[in-house]
């Protein structure tokens, strides 16, 4: 293939549209279809097709149409219990930061009131020291000398997966540390809540101020610098 997919530089998204012949070039709509194909077939399976069609249902349902026009109508948290609803589930994960753990009480809280069983496993569980993972002293937050336990993602998912926990919930963990529990965790996963340290957690605000406080984020730079 010749030409790159690069959907985010689409000013046309011809996609959500049916004029699917008015796309760039190397619109996927047009150049990756026997790609596409494949992927439906996925949506044939029934269980795939059940979550998809309840997502589905829960973005018509975060909408409500009012007389000056159509209006979001509920917070990220309320969606995803009522997905969780939707698709029947019992028992839910919540692998949590340490940083987030009074967070993490409250939704735990807020889930069991919903009539769920909620299995929570902190990011330092094992209190296993960093040195494990190759940490070095002038590596450590709290500075050389002092003892750090390091995330373990993949402990983290290996509980809930001991668990059997039908649906789990991501709060707050380190980018690689969320990355490593997708890796591992077998049951389906949302984000609730993605880390930055900067923003209060709605990483969505370095994008927001890119031309403006934070136009740094914009400097060209190689792979290598």
């Keep these: 293939m010749d030409e790159i997919t690069e959907c985010a530089k689409c000013n046309k998204m011809v996609c959500h549209s049916k004029a699917f012949d008015q796309g760039t070039p190397n619109c996927p709509t047009k150049t990756r279809q026997e790609t596409i194909q494949k992927t439906l077939v996925e949506y044939d399976k029934p269980e795939i097709k059940e979550f998809a069609r309840q997502a589905s249902i829960q973005e018509f349902e975060g909408y409500i149409n009012l007389p000056e026009g159509s209006t979001p109508r509920n917070p990220r948290v309320e ?3 009522q997905f969780a609803k939707k698709m029947g589930y019992k028992k839910l994960g919540m692998a949590f930061c340490h940083g987030l753990r009074h967070e993490a009480a409250i939704l735990n809280t807020i889930l069991e009131n919903r009539g769920f069983t909620v299995i929570s496993v902190c990011c330092k569980v094992g209190g296993t020291p960093k040195e494990a993972i190759g940490i070095t002293e002038e590596q450590k937050i709290a500075g050389p000398g002092q003892w750090e336990t390091m995330c373990s993602p993949i402990a983290q998912a290996e509980i809930l997966n001991s668990e059997e926990v039908e649906f789990n919930i991501v709060m707050g963990l380190c980018v690689g540390h969320d990355s490593l529990f997708f890796k591992y965790a077998k049951a389906p996963i949302t984000v609730l809540i993605a880390k930055d340290r ?8 370095g994008i927001y101020q890119s031309n403006a406080y934070y136009r740094k984020l914009l400097r060209k730079e190689t792979l290598d610098s």
């Design 79 to 81: 969606e995803v219990i």
């Design 198 to 205: 900067v923003f209060g957690h709605n990483p969505i605000m």
